[in-house]
Structure formats: C-alpha cells, structure tokens
C-alpha cells in the first residue's frame, strides 16, 4: 500500500508564492509518475502538472511560467512550485501517484490566495 502526504498549502496574497510537497511511502520502486491536481469550490477536479520517472515533466496552460513541478527520487517526494499566484489558483491541491494499474490520492491541502 502507498501512502501520500501533502504539505505546504495555506493562504498568500496574489503574486505570492507557495511551495506544496508530497511524500509518498510504501513499498514501491521508482517507476512511477507523480502529479498535481486541483478542484475548486463548485468545479470538478483538474490537472495542474505532472512528472514521470524520468524527469519529463507537463503543465496545464494556465500555470505555465508561473508553476513548476520536481521531485527527489531519494525521498520520493515530488514539489509544486507556485509563483506569481491568482486568486483564480485557489483550491484544494491533491497530490496523485500512478505506479503500474494502481493510482493514489493524498489527502489534499488547501491553497487560498486572496488579499
């Protein structure tokens, strides 16, 4: 069984910045992908980015140049850098891992960007 937690949300003015973080435990090797995605009050969840084993990495359109996903394979931990935020990136950021046919959740955290 893998397990996901999730960190780093809170509440930033717009144009702040926030880094999220995910770890994941449980017996697993390092061939899986790492991603992020965000449901906001009233909408259905979305893909914000996403990381293979290898390192290549996508975003959704309306992050890019401002966010950017990495992870430490020695932690098995994957980041979610946000820069320059808008109150229009406020949600709950959930945290996912696909390793073969399994796929995970974290437990999500919120991000509120408001002044």
């Known amino acids: 069984q893998v397990q996901l937690v999730e960190s780093g949300g809170g509440l930033v003015q717009p144009g702040g910045s926030l880094r999220l973080s995910c770890a994941a435990s449980g017996s697993i090797d390092s061939a899986y992908t790492m991603a992020w995605y965000r449901q906001a009050p009233g909408k259905q969840r979305e893909f914000v980015a996403r990381?293979?084993?290898?390192?290549?990495?996508n975003l959704v359109d309306s992050v890019k140049g401002r966010f950017t996903i990495s992870k430490d394979n020695a932690k098995n931990t994957v980041y979610l850098q946000m820069n320059s935020l808008k109150p229009e990136d406020t949600a709950v950021y959930y945290c996912?891992?696909?390793?073969?046919?399994?796929?995970?959740w974290g437990q999500g955290t919120q991000v509120t960007v408001s002044s």
């Open positions: 996912n891992l696909v390793w073969g046919v399994s796929n995970y």
């Open positions: 990381i293979s084993n290898y390192g290549s990495s």
